[in-house]
């Protein structure tokens, strides 16, 4: 069974209701999930990093805030220099997600440096594969109706509560996207 980690840091928690979708698409697929929550002072706990290590994918996930990842998802990418340095998550498959207020909010810098961090660590990007909901006939709880590819977006409005958003589109697309991490892991040959 492969270990799919998901760290994540989620300011309000309507990020972590991203993850826990995430987390639901990983057991669709038959994986092993772990969620592993940054703090609001930007700390995972040790064993955290052991998870990491042991993971066959890492998932990233964080709010954007004006226009990129939080400071405290910020200074868990500047920790993971030790693992970078012995090239611990290399070849591993990576994939990445977000959620802002609204509907752009500057989302596609924040999965670009998902994207650079994964790069960085030497793994293999997973997308999410859906084709955008872009038709006339196209409803905000589409799958993809926020036109992602480089990696998972959510929004969920500035005054909602984490029950009320992200809506139910964009969690459906985050279960999508779990289960399709789990299923690239699990069908990936180690190169290494």
């Not at 309000?12 to 002072?41: F, M, N, R, S, W």
Request: aromatic share 10%; charged share 15%; glycine share 10%.
């Amino acid at each position: 069974m492969k270990k799919i980690a998901i760290v994540y840091h989620s300011g309000y928690g309507h990020t972590k209701k991203q993850a826990e979708a995430v987390q639901a698409g990983v057991l669709d697929a038959d994986a092993q999930p772990e969620l592993i929550a940054i703090d609001a002072d930007g700390n995972i706990a040790e064993q955290a990093w052991a998870a990491l290590q042991a993971a066959d994918a890492v998932v990233f996930g964080t709010p954007t805030y004006m226009g990129g990842p939080s400071w405290q998802f910020k200074k868990f990418a500047d920790a993971s220099s030790k693992p970078w340095f012995a090239q611990a998550w290399k070849d591993k498959i990576a994939a990445g997600f977000t959620n802002s207020a609204s509907i752009n909010g500057d989302k596609a810098g924040t999965l670009n440096y998902l994207f650079t961090l994964a790069m960085q660590h030497g793994m293999i990007w997973v997308g999410p594969g859906v084709l955008p909901s872009n038709t006339k006939a196209a409803q905000r709880n589409d799958a993809n109706w926020l036109g992602f590819s480089t990696g998972l977006m959510a929004q969920s409005p500035s005054d909602s509560s984490p029950e009320e958003g992200p809506l139910p589109g964009d969690l459906a697309s985050a279960r999508a996207f779990g289960e399709r991490v789990a299923r690239t892991a699990a069908a990936f040959k180690h190169i290494g």
